[in-house]
């Protein structure tokens, strides 16, 4: 059974960091993509980072410098280092990861940012 599980949101003032990770299981964690989305209050679910593989990461334009997506094949665990964060990041942030059999999800961790 494929499960993800978000853990390390939290209330943070502006200009604060926070460290999400995504503790994987029953899927094969070495050959996966694994991703960070968000959703916002009355916004649609947006891509925020995602890291193949092989390592190669990728980023959304409003988070690029600031965030940093990393996995740790040993503990089959992605990570997303947010730094310098805004008002506007504020969101559940979801992990993700694409398999053949379909699109999995964790149930999301809450960040609030303060002004």
């Known amino acids: 059974q494929v499960q993800l599980v978000e853990s390390g949101g939290g209330s943070v003032q502006a200009g604060g960091s926070l460290r999400l990770s995504c503790e994987t299981s029953?899927?094969?964690?070495?050959?996966?993509?694994l991703g960070w989305y968000r959703q916002a209050p009355g916004k649609q679910r947006e891509f925020v980072a995602v890291?193949?593989?092989?390592?190669?990461?990728n980023y959304a334009a409003s988070v690029k410098g600031r965030f940093t997506i990393s996995r740790d094949n040993a503990k089959n665990t992605v990570y997303l280092q947010m730094n310098s964060l805004k008002p506007e990041d504020t969101a559940v942030y979801y992990c993700?990861?694409?398999?053949?059999?379909?699109?999995?999800w964790g149930r999301g961790t809450q960040v609030t940012v303060s002004s």
């Open positions: 993700n990861t694409p398999l053949s059999n379909g699109n999995y």
């Open positions: 029953g899927i094969m964690f070495r050959i996966n993509t």
């Open positions: 890291i193949s593989s092989g390592g190669s990461t």
